[in-house]
């Protein structure tokens, strides 16, 4: 499989020994339960799903923008716009795991009444991988779609262009089909900023085209995104002079302002660009919620959508040892995998979590 940490792995550790260990950080630094559970749960969720670079490789992150008042512990989303079937809400900087899980549930609630609803957050901490909202909402039977901008974030050049002018705005869609649940979920840049990280530590390479130079010509060394680094450290992404490029050439760059005009603007969160007042990265996020059973389609929804989703993965594939996958199933082959093993970390990021543990006086399993 193509992992991220493929490279690099260091430890294994279970799961749920890891789980417990998270969950014990956020409750050292000041977050209730029912939140702390939230974070870990989604990051060790990311981790698992094969997207580590949403996973507990966050936490030390997380932590320090709690200290510097970034982040804010114990949030509820504040409603600001209540018309019934939408919502307009404010996460006012809570931990974005556990607020956005909030908003979710609010817009299942509104779309169990209402048959669909729409619902517009802004402000969010930093929530992570966005599939884990088109789970949320499909495991109450919802299709939903799921519009994101990082506002105080630049890191994407648009078709065309060179200077950066979006985040990596990802979108999230998912459908619940029984038995072979569909959730389409990326990062709207050719590849996501956390891949570009462990390539700049010796990882798994980059494509040769993911990175656009300041004059134009392609490149996939990230120093093109974080300027000069050393070996082992932090990695600044507004340092390099270069950018991500949009996926998809015209179309994938088109879909990346949507997400920011979606997410950010209409939101009123903010649109991508350099961190101003707020000091860190916060989410904005448009979510659309359909309840197929209100729509009164839901025998044949779930007829005809698995009768397609079967015939589009029984196209012959390219390599014979390789079937068509759909989305989601790349995920929930990880899952099974590290649920088994466990989960692999790289050394330097479980030294970090271990210290970050340590110096709050959480107790660190074996790894
Ligand atoms: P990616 O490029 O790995 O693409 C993932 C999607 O492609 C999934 O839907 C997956 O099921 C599907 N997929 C993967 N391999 C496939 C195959 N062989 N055949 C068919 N489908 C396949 O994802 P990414 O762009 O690197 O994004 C990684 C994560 O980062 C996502 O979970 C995203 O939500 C998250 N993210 C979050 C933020 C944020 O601000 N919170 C920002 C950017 C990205």
Sequence with gaps: MDTE???TIGTTIGATALETMIRGIF???????DEAATIATHLVGSNLAGHDSHGVVRVPRYVE????????????PEVVTDGGAFLLLDAQQGFGQSVTKQAVALGIGRAKQH???VVALRNSGHC???GTYAEQAMAEGLLSIHFVNVAGSVLVAPFGGVDRRFSTA??????????R????DFATSLVAEGKVLVASNGGKPLPADALIEPDGSLSGDPHTLYGDYPQVGPRIPGAGPGAIRAFGDHKGSGLAMMCELLAGAFTAGGCAGPAKTRGCITNGLLSIYLSPAHFGTEAEFQRMGREYVDWVAAS?????????????????????????DGVPLPADIWEDLRRTAVSLGVTVPAA
């Design 170 to 179: 990802p979108i999230a869609i998912g459908v619940p089909l029984e038995g």
């Design 27 to 33: 409750l050292a630094i000041g977050c209730v339960e």
């Design 316 to 340: 012959r594939p390219i390599d014979p040892a390789s079937p068509v996958l759909l989305p989601g199933e790349t995920e929930a082959r990880y899952r099974a995998a590290r649920l088994r």
């Design 128 to 130: 992570g991988r966005i």
């Design 115 to 117: 048959g669909a609803s």
């Design 5 to 7: 940490t493929s490279v």
């Design 65 to 76: 923008w709690h200290k510097l008042g970034y982040l804010r512990a114990g949030q509820q």
């Design 181 to 184: 649940p569909i959730v389409l």
